[in-house]
């Protein structure tokens, strides 16, 4: 559900920044994988019918100008989602 990033100090002490990512943040063209869906419980339902569920492979395709709705694809099919349900879906390992 969240992505950690290290850094090194230079007293060898570690760091740690707990980072979300969700589809919101992806630019068109970028890939990541579904790690959890948050917030609507309709939305969440509705999604993992459609296949959405941990571990699926999402690519954002397109955006429109105002950053509202978002095109992904998931298993084969395209997908516009609102802005604010996109902020819901968490991603992780972004390709």
């Not at 060898?12 to 969700?22: G, I, K, L, R, Y």
């Not at 978002?70 to 992780?92: E, P, T, Y």
Request: net charge positive; glycine share 6%; with cysteine.
């Amino acid at each position: 559900m969240y992505i950690f990033k290290w850094y090194y100090l230079l007293e060898n002490d570690f760091q740690c920044e707990v980072v979300t990512m969700s589809i919101y943040d992806l630019r068109p063209g970028q890939k990541a994988f579904v790690s959890n869906i948050v917030g609507d419980e309709k939305l969440a339902k509705r999604l993992l019918a459609l296949g959405a569920i941990e571990g699926t492979e999402i690519h954002v395709k397109a955006a429109a100008p105002l950053g509202d709705p978002i095109i992904i694809n998931f298993r084969g099919f395209d997908l516009a989602i609102r802005k604010r349900d996109a902020r819901n879906i968490v991603v992780k390992n972004v390709v």
